[in-house]
T-cell receptor, first 114, second 112 residues
Framework: NAGVTQTPKFQVLKTGQSMTLQCAQDMNHNSMYWYRQDPGMGLRLIYY???????DKGEVPNGYNVSRLNKREFSLRLESAAPSQTSVYFC?????????????FGQGTRLTVV | RKEVEQDPGPFNVPEGATVAFNCTYS??????FFWYRQDCRKEPKLLMS???SGNEDGRFTAQLNRASQYISLLIRDSKLSDSATYLCVVNMFSGGYNKLIFGAGTRLAVHP
């Protein structure tokens, strides 16, 4: 019963370092998402992938890149981390069709950039 | 203007109280609506979907008013365990894709 698995759970980076956040889901969902959550801001969509092989920008894509490696995996890359990217990152997945697009979330990655 | 707006709260209520949260959305093409619950430092989880006719799940009632672009969540007989942040979520279905847009959340604190 893994659902959506994110790694790592915690990370501290120095400004300018790069890293990749990994996400995998075992529910055979087509759609996957990356969000960031900052205090008082709610969840903001960074990128989403409607299906394997497609990705699209969300609300706050600057400073990030994504790869939909296969149907299961959707990674988020920070090429040159900045303190403004300190946040909690959530990966999620959902079915692509239908009104009941329930999103299932991973446990989050708490990233601090110093 | 944000696509989904909520009163941030916090709402501080005693056990047993009835509390209502409101949410407005800006895109009239939005197709489906949800309430998620998020506990402190945890991931959001689906509480309930919101249907046009309104729907109830135990102590929770959700209402949708498409004409006013307004969604509500009513919690009756509040429990201590209801303390959490409640996120209003809108499904922007366009171009064949589901894009879920979250409100900033309303924080609820239920006290003895």
């Amino acid at each position: 019963n893994a659902g959506v698995t994110q790694t790592p759970k915690f990370q501290v980076l120095k400004t300018g370092q790069s890293m990749t956040l990994q996400c995998a889901q075992d529910m055979n969902h087509n759609s996957m998402y990356w969000y960031r959550q900052d205090p008082g801001m709610g969840l903001r969509l960074i990128y989403y992938s409607a299906s394997e092989g497609t990705t699209d920008k969300g609300e706050v894509p600057n400073g990030y890149n994504v790869s939909r490696l296969n149907k299961r995996e959707f990674s988020l890359r920070l090429e040159s981390a900045a303190p403004s990217q300190t946040s909690v990152y959530f990966c999620a997945s959902s079915e692509i069709w239908g009104p009941r697009a329930e999103a299932f979330f991973g446990q989050g990655t708490r990233l601090t950039v110093v | 203007r944000k696509e989904v707006e909520q009163d941030p709260g916090p709402f501080n209520v005693p056990e047993g109280a009835t509390v209502a949260f409101n949410c407005t959305y800006s895109n009239s093409a939005s197709q489906s609506f949800f309430w998620y619950r998020q506990d402190c430092r945890k991931e959001p989880k689906l509480l309930m979907s919101v249907y046009s006719s309104g729907n109830e799940d135990g102590r929770f009632t959700a209402q949708l008013n498409r004409a006013s672009q307004y969604i509500s969540l009513l919690i009756r007989d509040s429990k201590l365990s209801d303390s959490a942040t409640y996120l209003c979520v809108v499904n922007m279905f366009s171009g064949g894709y589901n894009k879920l847009i979250f409100g900033a959340g309303t924080r609820l604190a239920v006290h003895p």
